[in-house]
């Protein structure tokens, strides 16, 4: 069947509206699955946005590659993903689709830290349930390359609590990453830091505010923007207090450990002082 000038066929258009009628009759009538327009994307791509499980079945069961990459690098679970429609996605992982597909080619976010960008639970759900890594990271130097780390930068409370539940681990290795608890601390998330703290992440964990710049810990990063809140959180863990974080604490008006260097600010530890916060 003849394509427009952008190599798109009526059977792509079909996909992209979501009309699963039609695009069954196409192919009944020997539309080709796996046609791929100019830019490299075949009937699927179009159906992961059309958002329609029965176009994207009926183009499956015709032979359709599940992982297919445009020129671009983009699968159709990685647009289902970005357009939010869960339906697609789900009859894609269904048909085989790798959650955990990473296109560092082109340097494309994994599915998963996609969902987690938009703030969909659904999706994120979705792809954990069909064993998405929750550990899932970008091969590159950036401050946020994980979902974790999206999520405690961001403050995104249920998201962090979907990740930490499905097993992500509160701490992130590497000699230049950036801890999420650290993250947190330094755009102000108090809740995020206490749900990391809980979770056991390691509060004497450093990280740099700029890069190739000195490595300080999340209670020095949380101080320096001026965020009380999650320096009392930190606290509670019982981070180590130096003389120079003493004096910081001093001007900000927070309360100084018995000891002032290191010292604890909750004796009772962490659960004692979010009970005695609530």
Not at 148 to 156: C, D, K, P, R, V
């Amino acid at each position: 069947m003849a394509a427009d000038a952008h190599g798109i066929t009526r059977l792509h258009r079909a996909a992209a509206e979501g009309n699963a009628a039609k695009a069954r009759l196409l192919l009944k009538l020997g539309a080709d699955p796996k046609a791929a327009s100019k830019s490299g994307g075949t009937a699927l791509h179009f159906a992961a946005i059309g958002g329609s499980e029965d176009a994207v079945g009926a183009i499956i069961r015709r032979g359709a590659d599940v992982n297919a990459e445009d020129k671009g690098g983009h699968r159709p679970l990685s647009l289902a993903a970005m357009t939010g429609n869960k339906a697609s996605m789900d009859a894609l992982l269904r048909a085989g689709a790798e959650p955990n597909w990473e296109g560092r080619k082109h340097d494309l976010e994994p599915p998963l830290l996609v969902a987690c960008r938009n703030r969909n639970l659904d999706v994120m759900t979705g792809l954990l349930k069909a064993k998405s890594d929750p550990n899932v990271s970008l091969d590159t130097t950036l401050e946020v390359s994980s979902p974790i780390q999206l999520a405690a930068s961001n403050g995104f409370m249920d998201e962090l609590r979907l990740l930490l539940d499905a097993g992500a681990s509160p701490n992130i290795k590497g000699t230049e990453a950036l801890p999420p608890l650290w993250l947190a601390a330094k755009h102000g998330h108090s809740a995020a830091a206490q749900l990391l703290l809980s979770a056991r992440a390691d509060p004497t964990a450093t990280g740099s505010l700029q890069e190739g710049g000195k490595r300080i810990t999340a209670l020095a990063a949380a101080q320096q923007h001026g965020h009380t809140g999650v320096v009392n959180a930190l606290l509670c863990a019982g981070p180590e207090i130096d003389e120079d974080s003493g004096s910081h604490m001093q001007r900000m008006g927070v309360a100084m450990p018995s000891s002032r260097r290191h010292g604890r600010a909750c004796p009772g530890g962490l659960r004692f002082c979010l009970r005695s916060r609530s």
